[in-house]
């Protein structure tokens, strides 16, 4: 839900999510913290400094804006070249998937289970056995770790992540190791890095060789091209939309015992 002093300037922002068919990530990121937002927006490359901390115009800036948002840097290559129309969050999920290689049909349900679930496995591995040993402990003795697994049906691995971060509701805590497992992802992308210094190796060339440089400047050019169109910006992405199940898995779990963990 909206929050209620945002008053009459969070109906835009929203009814622009209702129509983009991105309305659950924007209200996930409404209900953020401003420090998490920032934190988002800064690994995306969005600016929001001039937003005033609203929580509506930082979410749909998140989401929205060109070149950088969370809706184009999911777009394949021909939508880069003929913006048409922007993704949709199911559509951002099953790309997403697509690109870890894990299965990329379903409900969004199901997907952004599937998806958190990848992360999971890849970013509890770079943990310590104690601190392993502390998530599975307090997953033995808090009411809403048992719902959590019960209604979302999560792993071990799953559960930890949940529990690791839950502590002081820190949604974004995830979000700097999901990025370094997407780093490691991108190098499957070989090829579309080998054409970027194909083109730049090109253009060095024809600088050196002037009677060559018509020929070699289309060929640059048509590498550029190439390079454009096979590279992935998933690797920015993928982190996001963990974070942003993450955050939704989390808030879920906590309302039921919401006075429990008060009194911790």
């Not at 999510?17 to 934190?39: K, N, T, Y």
């Not at 129309?85 to 199901?110: F, H, K, Q, S």
């Not at 697994?149 to 999901?178: C, D, I, P, Q, Y």
């Amino acid at each position: 839900m909206l929050r209620r002093r945002d008053g009459l300037r969070s109906l835009p922002a929203r009814r622009h999510a209702e129509r983009e068919g991105v309305v659950r990530p924007f209200e996930i990121l409404v209900s953020m913290d401003p420090d998490s937002r920032a934190r988002i927006a800064a690994h995306l490359g969005v600016r929001i400094s001039h937003l005033e901390e609203d929580p509506s115009r930082e979410a749909w800036a998140i989401l929205h804006r060109d070149l950088r948002g969370m809706q184009a840097r999911g777009h394949v290559a021909l939508e880069r070249l003929l913006p048409i129309r922007n993704i949709t969050w199911i559509e951002m999920l099953r790309r997403t998937a697509r690109w870890l290689r894990i299965p990329a049909d379903g409900t969004a349900t199901e997907l952004e289970r599937r998806i958190y679930e990848a992360f999971a496995d890849r970013i509890v591995a770079t943990w310590r056995p104690e601190e392993i040993s502390l998530c599975d402990a307090m997953a033995s003795v808090q009411p809403w770790v048992l719902r959590l697994r019960e209604r979302l049906a999560l792993s071990r691995n799953g559960v930890r992540l949940a529990v690791g971060t839950f502590a002081t509701m820190s949604w974004t805590e995830a979000l700097g190791v999901g990025a370094a497992v997407a780093s490691t992802l991108r190098f499957r992308h070989a090829s579309a890095r080998a054409i970027a210094r194909g083109a730049t190796w090109l253009d060095a060339v024809a600088r050196r060789v002037p009677p060559l440089r018509p020929a070699l400047w289309i060929a640059a050019q048509a590498a550029a091209l190439a390079a454009m169109v096979l590279t992935t910006h998933h690797d920015r992405n993928a982190p996001v939309v963990m974070t942003l199940v993450l955050q939704s898995f989390q808030t879920a779990a906590a309302e039921p015992t919401v006075h429990f963990w008060n009194s911790v």
